[in-house]
């Protein structure tokens, strides 16, 4: 049976709100930031501790559609449009993968400039002057869908003065409420020379480390609804750019959030009653993984004709 989406049609973002808890013990290890170590903040009296960020939770997202060992999408998501770098016949990386998506510089800076040189006949604009946003939306459909979810900045100067941008419709981060310190150490040990100089890499070496506790660990999704309406793509390419980031949400939530060695979460089924509902639109279920990769394939059959599927740029220096 064909996913219902009518329920979120009158609504302006689809939120979800999920509980996870460590998957063995009680101690996780959340991001770190140069010079700033663990993100930790005040939320009237409580402290708070943000565990993953917006960026990273983006490119976790992309990745889960991502096969590393086939390099290509995976099976349920075939058909989907992207752009694959290749070098000397090989893969290199793609806009999948790359971080900043169709604004790689494995893209946009090699000197193979036939991809850049169709890009810009396709997305047209001045450098001055108001974007065509619908046209933009169109292109990006047409050589990498997913930057319909995920945004871009086509920061080249070539393209309409640097000025294609597009903000993330499909975003999320993952913060802990009330933690405490889990503080702990080590030492490197070197059992031929323990008193060896430790910046050469020899001797015994002592650290210290710092995890952190809480009892509510929260994963939070935002679907921007009207930014995805707002592309004028039609209602069989919004479809599936909503089915595409609801399957995205659900394969990250089962089983693919290890985040680092020693923070590896799940979600939290007693606190959720083993179902994962939004809080917008209230208590809508988030259909499940099997369901999704069922729609699929007929929601990207839909829109095919539009999307150029895999495109190839040789990168060369």
Request: glycine share 8%; net charge negative.
């Amino acid at each position: 049976m064909s996913i219902n989406l009518d329920p979120l049609d009158e609504h302006p973002r689809l939120l979800l709100e999920v509980p996870l808890r460590p998957v063995q013990g009680r101690r996780f290890q959340p991001t770190g930031f140069p010079d700033l170590g663990a993100a930790t903040f005040q939320a009237g009296g409580t402290t708070c501790l943000l565990v993953e960020s917006a960026q990273s939770m983006a490119n976790r997202l992309e990745t889960t559609i991502w096969d590393e060992a086939a390099v290509d999408l995976i099976e349920s998501c075939r058909g989907l449009s992207y752009v694959r770098v290749e070098r000397d016949g090989e893969y290199l990386t793609s806009s999948v993968t790359e971080a900043h998506r169709l604004n790689s510089p494995y893209i946009l800076e090699s000197k193979d400039t036939s991809f850049v040189g169709e890009l810009a006949a396709a997305l047209g604009g001045d450098a001055k002057g108001p974007i065509d946003r619908r046209r933009l939306a169109d292109v990006l459909l047409r050589f990498d869908v997913n930057t319909l979810l995920h945004g871009v900045f086509l920061a080249k100067s070539d393209l309409a003065g640097g000025r294609f941008r597009l903000a993330r419709a499909l975003s999320s981060f993952i913060e802990a409420d009330d933690v405490q310190v889990a503080a702990s150490g080590g030492v490197k040990n070197d059992h031929v020379d323990p008193s060896g100089k430790s910046d050469k890499g020899f001797g015994n070496v002592p650290f210290h480390r710092e995890e952190f506790s809480s009892d509510a660990i929260t994963a939070y999704f935002s679907l921007d609804l009207d930014q995805i309406r707002g592309y004028g793509l039609g209602s069989e390419a919004e479809r599936l750019l909503v089915l595409l980031a609801l399957y995205k949400i659900r394969r990250l939530l089962d089983g693919r959030l290890r985040l680092r060695t020693a923070c590896d979460l799940e979600v939290d089924d007693e606190a959720s009653g083993g179902r994962v509902l939004c809080r917008r639109p209230d208590e809508w279920p988030l259909p499940d993984e099997t369901a999704l990769a069922a729609e699929l394939p007929d929601a990207i059959t839909a829109v095919g004709d539009r999307m150029a599927g895999v495109t190839t740029v040789v990168y060369t220096t």
